[in-house]
């Protein structure tokens, strides 16, 4: 038996030495040593210097690795001459001509006995791997190209952000004495050179980190492909670990992270000052790659997709829905979780409950669903359907379901008998309660706005407010908009309203001030249809009625 060291015998020679593999890789000068973790033959000189840089290398003389890298080429076994391998092992790679297999008495390396294949068939297990292996890193290197791209889209969208903000100075500065007009030049050169500096950081942390870990994923495929053009079996299976090793290693790496500090907005000044204008520091954080630092108002909407039920899964009045990770989950009176893929396609039912729901949603990789019929009880399940835990929680109001919201890991629910809002722990513990006296006993339905309040609307009474769960205040009351019912918050700047008995409506708030500022309508809502819900993840927006799931781009 010969058991091969696959790490030196992969090797090939150096593309620029030609045929000529007892060249030094770096200067040309005769090579004395090979390197067999930097895969270079180095001569007398460079080998201090590469000794000096990576202490530690293994290394062989040039004459072996020369000599081991021809026996690989024609497929020899070493032990037995021009007998040619034909057999190896699954689990430590050893390569075994006819004789070896035959002679073959010692261990594998896990101290079980050899895993023997004809050499081709392991080969080709191999190389199945070796091309997952390139799919694995090709995913990794298209995910980082996204990012780049997205992070163009980013720096794009600064710039324009940034031009937005000298327009709103120049809008003030005209409005001011003509004796200031210096004064609002010198702000406007300032901010420019302010903010500058993180638009610096995200053009080079695009074209540095991103671009850089780009290239890196790329040489590395190319390798891969420039180690295995060779129809040499037994030179393939030497070859796998090394290649194994690296594409490892770039896999281990994480993404790049994308940090601007200093950003630099304006503050226009209540108050009557010689400048009505002034900078304000936005603090430090990530730069939200996912969306625009300022998201404008959304105008219109793109249809994406539609999705047909089928005739025995006609959604209804109790039916909730909730689009997570590009996944929609539906709830409907046969007590099932259905599943829409994220390429649009009905899959069907997810799993079964033992009760019917009024209310769910998906957080962190649990399902939290209110049982419809028993207004007191919280049910906690995995994405598996595998129920986790439960417990009650209060209102024990006469008038129809609630609603649930999950705000910053925290369970927000309205008492509706006791006219206050309960916020629980994921565990269903109660944090803290706020009297509201704008909580009613009809249809009342709620969602998460930000990090520290929620927006409530009564139906009946035409009502929508926002709630801080930090202080127990009513933020802002609009009775703007009859009817309202389903509502979601878009980039946490704006709020989307529908009506009750208006489908073809979506009104858009301003959510910190409730200001109505715009309508959108829904071109695809039939006359005859309901919709009967509305959740935005990112710039996707998500209808339902009776029959169809819309998907819907917000622009």
Same mark, same amino acid.
């Given at each position: 038996? *010969?058991?091969?060291?696959t790490t030196?015998?992969?090797l090939?020679?150096?593309?620029?030495?030609g045929?000529?593999?007892?060249?030094c890789? $770096?200067c040309s000068?005769l090579?004395?040593?090979?390197c067999?973790l930097?895969?270079e +033959?180095l001569c007398?000189?460079?080998?201090? !210097?590469h000794d000096?840089a990576?202490s530690g290398?293994?290394?062989?003389?040039i004459?072996?690795?020369? *000599?081991?890298?021809?026996?690989?080429?024609?497929g020899e076994?070493?032990?037995h001459g021009?007998?040619r391998c034909?057999?190896?092992c699954s689990? @430590?790679?050893?390569?075994? @001509?006819d004789?070896?297999?035959? #002679?073959l008495k010692? +261990? @594998?390396?896990?101290g079980e006995?050899?895993?023997?294949k004809p050499?081709?068939?392991?080969? #080709?297990d191999?190389m199945k791997?070796?091309?997952?292996?390139?799919?694995?890193?090709?995913n990794?290197?298209?995910?980082?190209?996204k990012?780049?791209?997205?992070?163009?889209?980013v720096l794009?969208?600064?710039n324009s952000?940034?031009?937005?903000l000298i327009?709103?100075?120049h809008?003030?500065?005209d409005e001011q004495?003509?004796?200031?007009?210096?004064k609002y030049n010198?702000?406007?050169?300032?901010?420019i050179?302010?903010?500058?500096?993180?638009?610096?950081s995200v053009?080079?942390?695009m074209?540095?980190?991103v671009s850089?870990?780009?290239?890196e994923?790329?040489?590395?495929r190319?390798?891969?492909?420039?180690?295995l053009?060779t129809p040499?079996?037994?030179e393939?299976?030497?070859?796998y670990?090394d290649?194994?090793?690296k594409v490892a290693?770039?896999? =281990?790496q994480?993404?790049p992270?994308l *940090?601007?500090?200093?950003?630099?907005s304006?503050?226009?000044?209540?108050?009557?000052?010689d400048?009505?204008v002034e900078?304000?520091f936005a603090?430090h954080?990530c730069l939200?790659?996912?969306?625009?630092?300022?998201?404008?108002?959304?105008h219109?909407?793109?249809?994406?997709? +539609?999705?047909?039920m089928?005739?025995?899964?006609k959604?209804n009045f109790?039916?909730d829905?909730?689009?997570?990770e590009?996944?929609? %989950?539906?709830?409907?009176s046969?007590?099932?979780?259905?599943?829409?893929?994220?390429e649009?396609k009905y899959?069907?039912?997810r799993f079964?409950?033992?009760?019917?729901?009024?209310?769910?949603t998906? %957080?962190d990789d649990?399902i939290?669903?209110?049982?419809h019929?028993n207004?007191?009880?919280?049910?906690?399940?995995?994405?598996q359907?595998?129920?986790?835990?439960?417990?009650?929680y209060?209102?024990f109001?006469?008038?129809?379901?609630?609603?649930?919201?999950?705000?910053s890991?925290?369970?927000v629910?309205a008492?509706?008998?006791?006219q &206050?809002?309960?916020?629980?722990s994921?565990n269903?513990?109660i944090?803290k *309660?706020f009297? @509201?006296s704008l909580?009613?006993?009809? &249809?009342?339905t709620?969602?998460s706005?930000g990090?520290?309040?929620?927006?409530m609307?009564d139906?009946?009474l035409?009502? $929508?407010f926002?709630? !801080?769960?930090?202080t127990?205040?009513?933020v802002?009351l +609009?009775k703007?908009?009859?009817?309202?019912k389903?509502?979601a918050?878009?980039r946490?700047k704006?709020?989307?309203? =529908?009506c009750?008995?208006?489908?073809?409506?979506?009104?858009v708030l301003?959510i910190?001030t409730?200001?109505?500022?715009f309508?959108?309508?829904?071109?695809?809502?039939?006359?005859?249809?309901?919709?009967?819900?509305?959740?935005i993840?990112?710039?996707t927006l998500?209808?339902r009625?009776?029959q169809?799931?819309?998907?819907?781009k917000l622009r």
């Amino acid at each position: 038996m *010969q058991v091969y060291d696959t790490t030196v015998d992969t090797l090939p020679a150096h593309p620029a030495m030609g045929d000529n593999s007892s060249a030094c890789t $770096i200067c040309s000068n005769l090579a004395v040593m090979f390197c067999t973790l930097c895969s270079e +033959s180095l001569c007398t000189h460079h080998e201090r !210097s590469h000794d000096n840089a990576h202490s530690g290398h293994p290394k062989v003389t040039i004459e072996e690795y020369l *000599q081991r890298r021809s026996r690989l080429q024609k497929g020899e076994c070493e032990k037995h001459g021009a007998l040619r391998c034909t057999t190896g092992c699954s689990s @430590c790679l050893i390569t075994l @001509c006819d004789v070896c297999t035959i #002679e073959l008495k010692d +261990s @594998c390396c896990d101290g079980e006995a050899h895993r023997l294949k004809p050499l081709a068939d392991l080969v #080709e297990d191999l190389m199945k791997e070796v091309n997952q292996l390139k799919a694995d890193i090709l995913n990794k290197e298209e995910d980082n190209s996204k990012l780049f791209k997205k992070t163009s889209e980013v720096l794009a969208d600064y710039n324009s952000e940034t031009k937005e903000l000298i327009r709103t100075l120049h809008r003030v500065r005209d409005e001011q004495m003509a004796a200031l007009h210096q004064k609002y030049n010198e702000l406007e050169t300032d901010l420019i050179v302010r903010r500058d500096i993180p638009r610096e950081s995200v053009k080079s942390f695009m074209e540095n980190e991103v671009s850089t870990k780009v290239l890196e994923l790329y040489r590395c495929r190319r390798m891969i492909d420039a180690a295995l053009e060779t129809p040499n079996q037994v030179e393939v299976m030497a070859k796998y670990n090394d290649i194994k090793d690296k594409v490892a290693t770039l896999m =281990s790496q994480s993404y790049p992270e994308l *940090q601007v500090k200093g950003q630099i907005s304006l503050e226009v000044k209540e108050s009557k000052r010689d400048i009505e204008v002034e900078m304000s520091f936005a603090g430090h954080g990530c730069l939200d790659i996912d969306g625009l630092t300022v998201p404008r108002i959304p105008h219109s909407l793109s249809l994406v997709a +539609s999705v047909d039920m089928p005739a025995s899964k006609k959604l209804n009045f109790i039916t909730d829905s909730c689009y997570y990770e590009g996944i929609t %989950y539906l709830s409907r009176s046969a007590q099932t979780i259905d599943i829409i893929d994220k390429e649009h396609k009905y899959v069907g039912p997810r799993f079964t409950l033992d009760f019917e729901t009024q209310c769910f949603t998906v %957080y962190d990789d649990r399902i939290y669903v209110m049982q419809h019929g028993n207004r007191h009880r919280i049910c906690i399940y995995n994405l598996q359907g595998k129920r986790i835990s439960q417990w009650n929680y209060y209102d024990f109001s006469k008038g129809t379901a609630n609603m649930l919201a999950i705000v910053s890991g925290q369970i927000v629910i309205a008492d509706r008998s006791n006219q &206050q809002v309960n916020i629980y722990s994921l565990n269903g513990e109660i944090k803290k *309660q706020f009297p @509201c006296s704008l909580i009613s006993d009809y &249809q009342l339905t709620i969602c998460s706005a930000g990090q520290d309040s929620v927006i409530m609307t009564d139906v009946c009474l035409h009502k $929508i407010f926002r709630f !801080s769960l930090l202080t127990g205040e009513v933020v802002w009351l +609009s009775k703007a908009i009859r009817f309202p019912k389903y509502m979601a918050c878009y980039r946490d700047k704006y709020v989307l309203v =529908s009506c009750l008995y208006e489908f073809h409506n979506i009104w858009v708030l301003d959510i910190n001030t409730g200001e109505r500022l715009f309508e959108l309508v829904d071109p695809f809502q039939k006359a005859e249809g309901i919709a009967v819900g509305l959740q935005i993840h990112g710039d996707t927006l998500l209808r339902r009625d009776h029959q169809t799931i819309r998907y819907y781009k917000l622009r």
